[in-house]
């Protein structure tokens, strides 16, 4: 994530699996050549059943999430009911494609579980949407593509995804000067909804895949 409005930093991955969605990023937010910060949170929790990574300009990102988690609340009072995955990527979407001439420099993947299964998009800058079994934003995504096209496999479980995802994350600090500081990682399941792992525990994964 970067303090400038271009989308040299983050790398953020977001997995579908048999029983959830797995998201994780790294933590560094650049100015230019910059590192300003190590400890940046890109992954948020908009509902007990929705979540988003965001990559691109800090301020832009914060506003937008902000933005979502509103318009999402409003859908629930007005139809009295949790939004869908399809329909809280389609309010960014909107939002997103409604500021194009002026636009939000931000790169969001949105997933979560609704009645039909686990879901994840991607949204770009314009509005553009595109549902996906696995996708990664921002600078260092071309590294943990590599890693997503080599180990995904359909309906596995969360703990197989985790270690991907993991393993992803960490491959492309190795490589991305805009990525690095730490990795962030979260699930949402069925069972649990939406929840976000410690570093101690991070820690011991990374260990234990020994990536």
Avoid: W
Avoid at 13 to 34: H, P, Q, W, Y
Avoid at 41 to 58: N, W
Avoid at 68 to 77: H, I, P, Q, S
Avoid at 123 to 147: C, F, L, Q
């Amino acid at each position: 994530m970067s303090n400038r409005n271009n989308f040299k930093g983050t790398t953020t991955v977001g997995i579908v699996c048999k029983d959830g969605i797995v998201f994780a990023s790294e933590k560094r937010a650049t100015l230019g050549n910059l590192i300003a910060h190590k400890a940046v949170d890109k992954i948020f929790k908009i509902d007990e059943h929705l979540a988003t990574t965001v990559a691109g300009s800090v301020g832009d990102a914060q506003k937008l999430v902000e933005y979502l988690k509103a318009e999402v609340r409003l859908y629930k009072l007005r139809t009295g009911k949790p939004a869908t995955v399809r329909a809280a990527a389609s309010i960014a979407s909107n939002i997103l494609h409604a500021s194009r001439m002026f636009p939000f420099i931000v790169q969001m993947l949105i997933g979560g579980i609704d009645e039909t299964g686990p879901k994840i998009y991607s949204v770009d800058p314009a509005g553009g949407k595109i549902e996906d079994k696995y996708v990664s934003t921002g600078s260092g995504s071309p590294i943990a593509y590599g890693v997503l096209e080599d180990r995904y496999k359909k309906d596995m479980s969360v703990e197989d995804a985790i270690n991907i995802a993991l393993r992803a994350i960490k491959s492309s600090t190795k490589r991305d000067t805009f990525s690095g500081d730490g990795i962030s990682l979260a699930v949402v399941t069925e069972k649990e909804g939406f929840k976000r792992f410690d570093e101690k525990y991070i820690k011991s994964k990374i260990k234990e895949i020994d990536c």
